[in-house]
């Protein structure tokens, strides 16, 4: 298992940037599919942005172009780069590690607030 801490949210205007961490202890993170999640009032949870350990990215369409996810596997930690943030990405953002193989798992940090308002 891991645990996962993220930071870096808050409130921010339209238009703004804004980036998140997300810190991981614990053994095999280096092998685990790492993403960020997000959650708004009234909606699904819905993936944002996923990095393998090979560095290999995957976007929604609503992040493609703003959003950027990164990995640095020397400090357990991935990042997630929001420009240009919209009222709409106004959401709780979730940090999650999962491994398909064995020992398999998938783990979610607390969640973290972010607010894109005027």
């Known amino acids: 298992q891991v645990q996962l801490m993220e930071s870096g949210g808050g409130l921010v205007q339209p238009g703004g940037s804004l980036r998140l961490s997300c810190v991981a202890s614990?053994?095999?993170?280096?092998?685990?599919?790492m993403g960020w999640y997000r959650q708004a009032p009234g909606k699904r949870r819905e993936m944002v942005a996923t990095v393998t350990s090979g560095g290999t990215t995957d976007y929604a369409d609503f992040a493609e172009g703003r959003f950027t996810i990164s990995r640095d596997n020397t400090k357990n930690t991935i990042y997630l780069q929001m420009d240009n943030l919209k009222p709409a990405d106004t959401a709780v953002y979730y940090c999650k590690a999962q491994r398909k193989v064995l020992p398999a798992y998938t783990a979610w940090g607390q969640g973290i607030q972010v607010t894109v308002s005027s």
């Open positions: 614990g053994n095999s993170y280096s092998s685990t599919i």
